[in-house]
């Protein structure tokens, strides 16, 4: 079983490595810093197969926003810029419909990860940025999402970050103002790799989307 690596930024403290998940070329080995180490969100590899949108919705079509029930299918596979509508539970209680346009995945530098520690040597972080929308209308006040990186060839990183690099990838939750259709926010997930680039982004939250996640790319 392959290991994922968890990493959190030094003010947060190392979590260590708890999570299996479908790593890329990152190390494989197992660590546990923290006998409670958890990770707020799961990786997988997208699906390999190009599966069509149940709604075509891109970053272009910015008119009105489609029915709740009108989502993207699982394993569409999007660009950079193009909108997805998506079923979204962030608790048992906050539940609805969201539209997310992945506005741009950029690369930094090595130095950016000094505040993950010894553990994060050698990598490089990319910050997937993104626009997020409440289509359904419910309250997702202070509910946070995030996307997963994913490498050029189509594999997870294997990597979870705790934490975000201020000023550069600033990972937001939703205003306490959330609540209503047409309310939107801007956030960004953080991602690393040693090797392979980061190139795209993928949403594999909740068991439809878990093993063929929505998947941007540039």
């Avoid at 926003?65 to 394993?75: I, N, Q, R, Y």
């Avoid at 929308?133 to 006040?141: A, F, K, M, Q």
């Avoid at 996307?147 to 594999?155: K, R, W």
């Avoid at 970050?161 to 209503?180: N, Q, S, V, W």
Wanted: charged residues 20%; contains cysteine; negative net charge.
């Amino acid at each position: 079983m392959h290991k994922r690596r968890v990493i959190s930024a030094a003010s947060l403290a190392v979590v260590g490595f708890a999570l299996s998940a479908c790593g890329g070329d990152e190390e494989g080995t197992a660590a546990q810093d923290s006998p409670s180490a958890t990770a707020s969100a799961s990786a997988s590899a997208p699906a390999s197969s190009e599966t069509p949108a149940a709604d075509d919705s891109s970053g272009d079509n910015g008119g009105a926003a489609p029915a709740e029930g009108d989502v993207t299918a699982p394993g569409t596979k999007l660009k950079v810029g193009d909108r997805a509508v998506l079923p979204f539970a962030y608790t048992s209680d906050k539940k609805g419909t969201i539209a997310v346009t992945v506005t741009a995945i950029e690369k930094g530098a090595e130095s950016d990860m000094a505040a993950f520690g010894d553990k994060a040597k050698g990598m490089t972080p990319y910050f997937i940025k993104m626009k997020v929308e409440n289509v359904g209308g419910t309250d997702l006040s202070y509910a946070s999402l995030k996307l997963d990186g994913v490498l050029e060839g189509g594999a997870g990183t294997g990597v979870i970050l705790m934490g975000d690099i201020p000023g550069k990838c600033d990972r937001e939750t939703a205003p306490r103002e959330f609540t209503t259709k047409g309310a939107s926010y801007e956030t960004c997930s953080l991602a690393a790799t040693k090797i392979t680039p980061v190139t795209g982004a993928g949403f594999d939250e909740g068991d439809t989307y878990s093993d063929s996640p929505v998947v941007w790319a540039n």
